[in-house]
């Protein structure tokens, strides 16, 4: 089984729901799938669902209004709950292994007698920049907690991590965790959908990009200042937003604040074709989060052949070759990400480099990598 809370769709956008879809189109319907609903799907029961055109056994632990950036409940106690509810319906198709992407998930399950493998999508501590004010005086036992399940009810735990993060996750761990039990990994890109198409590019307007979730951990304020500061030397560049969050009402202030209506344009959410598409128009990816596990958005515009301007978060340092394929820009100073925006400019576009970096984890590798760590998936 995958346990996740999402519908396995497109809700929520970001690198779990990604990764959970790689081992959809990698394993098929050899996975059992535990998520949400966000249509009509029935809710606590064992019933078929079709992901990504495969059918799959399915069981929605509740209905979410994806409409809702920041619900009364937060998701992750939500989930959390509804798991302890349905855990005798969930345990019902007899599958006894689970891979599991999300903390709250791990910590629900722990006792239910599984074999887990657990993935973390980033080795920081989630309520270290919560969404609710109070999750900051959770952030310490939630990540005991959290620990002490992964020591004792894991056969395999992975981080999509550098290794420098990955040791600062041990040490905060105190010894519950050591690093024999720890394999870093990476994200995958699909090749398939992500790739260069060199006539979709304007070679007149700079246009640079971001996608990911609208929240304060993504950094997009960072971005549209840096923004703000190339619009004032080059007048025709602009500046996609693609994703959704709790935030997007505040930047769309801001920008209209700016007087950037026309110049900087958020999407919301748009699906992966969509998203290649708009990527290959573009010439510059730019991320500006305050941490990251191993950036999928940052694969997938590099798989589309663009450079890349990122924040000094994990990974981006296997990523990125200063100078050739982008820049780290190791503060949050606007001034320096907007020169670092031009200067990424000036680099070859589409940019081989970044093609083939990319190409290293390319879905299509995934399957394997996989079946060689942990042996259910060979089963």
Not at 141 to 164: G, M, Q, R, V, W
Not at 332 to 356: C, D, G, I, T
Request: charged share 20%; proline share 4%; with cysteine.
């Amino acid at each position: 089984m995958i346990i996740e809370a999402c519908d396995f769709n497109g809700f929520p956008m970001g690198g779990q729901l990604s990764h959970a879809l790689h081992l959809v189109q990698v394993f098929g319907d050899r996975l059992a799938l535990v998520g949400v609903s966000t249509d009509d799907t029935p809710v606590g029961a064992w019933t078929k669902k079709k992901v990504a055109g495969i059918v799959f056994d399915y069981f929605s632990v509740g209905r979410v209004d994806s409409s809702v950036k920041k619900p009364l409940i937060p998701r992750r106690l939500d989930a959390f709950l509804r798991l302890k509810y349905y855990k005798r319906q969930i345990l019902s198709l007899g599958v006894d292994c689970a891979y599991v992407l999300a903390p709250e998930v791990m910590i629900a399950i722990s006792r239910w007698g599984l074999r887990i493998c657990y993935s973390f999508s980033g080795v920081e501590n989630p309520l270290a920049m919560p969404r609710y004010r109070f999750g900051k005086l959770l952030a310490a036992p939630f990540e005991k907690l959290l620990f002490s399940s992964l020591a004792n009810h894991t056969e395999l735990i992975i981080a999509a991590a550098d290794k420098n993060a990955i040791e600062k996750m041990l040490s905060r761990s105190q010894g519950l965790l050591n690093s024999s039990k720890i394999i870093q990994f990476h994200t995958s890109v699909d090749t398939t959908i992500f790739n260069i198409d060199r006539g979709t590019r304007d070679d007149v307007q700079p246009v640079f990009i971001s996608c990911g979730r609208l929240n304060h951990v993504k950094g997009w304020d960072l971005i549209l200042q840096a923004f703000i500061k190339v619009k004032n030397k080059l007048p025709l560049a602009h500046l996609y937003f693609l994703g959704d969050g709790e935030d997007r009402n505040i930047l769309e202030a801001q920008i209209a604040e700016a007087g950037l209506q026309s110049a900087v344009i958020v999407k919301g959410f748009v699906d992966q074709v969509t998203v290649a598409s708009l990527l290959n128009a573009s010439k510059v990816f730019v991320l500006g989060s305050h941490r990251e596990g191993w950036p999928t958005a940052i694969l997938e515009a590099m798989a589309c052949g663009l450079p890349v301007v990122s924040t000094r978060v994990s990974s981006v340092g296997d990523l990125i070759e200063e100078g050739s394929n982008g820049y780290v820009v190791a503060t949050r100073n606007p001034e320096e990400f907007a020169a670092k925006m031009l200067a990424a400019l000036e680099l070859e576009n589409p940019n081989y480099v970044s093609f083939a970096i990319a190409q290293r984890y390319a879905l299509d590798k995934l399957g394997s990598e996989l079946k060689a760590l942990w042996k259910p998936f060979r089963d």
